[in-house]
């Protein structure tokens, strides 16, 4: 059963960087995409960056592209969303999702598994 735990969220200045981390378990991830979807209060869930497992290919969402970026460690079995330049729009629970596929999807249903969320508090 596979298995997402994020990690890293919290409170931050305006200007300032965030690291979110999600544990991944339960499978093999070479044929795993993943991806970050954020959901900030009255909003709807979007997008905001996913990886191709495999290949390290990455799509970023055009509000955080060059602000935001998403890597994956082998080693750790982690997907992690380098957060920089923090705006008070960007807060949000941070959610990682991931999908049997080396589609790089936007879509969030698409998606099939799911974490529990870290939430992100930028102050201005």
């Known amino acids: 059963q596979v298995q997402l735990v994020e990690s890293g969220g919290g409170l931050v200045q305006a200007g300032g960087s965030l690291r979110l981390s999600c544990a991944a378990s339960g499978r093999t991830f070479s044929t795993y995409t993943m991806a970050w979807f954020r959901q900030a209060p009255g909003k709807e869930r979007e997008f905001v960056a996913a990886?191709?497992?495999?290949?390290?290919?990455?799509v970023t969402a055009d509000s955080v592209k060059g602000r935001f970026s998403i890597s994956r460690d082998n080693a750790k079995n982690t997907v992690n969303l380098q957060m920089n330049d923090l705006k008070p729009e960007d807060a949000a629970v941070y959610y990682c999702?991931?999908?049997?596929?080396?589609?790089?999807?936007?879509?969030?249903?698409?998606?099939?598994?799911w974490g529990q969320g870290t939430q992100v508090i930028v102050s201005s």
């Open positions: 990886i191709r497992w495999s290949s390290g290919t990455t």
């Open positions: 999702a991931a999908v049997f596929s080396v589609t790089l999807y936007t879509a969030e249903g698409l998606y099939r598994y």
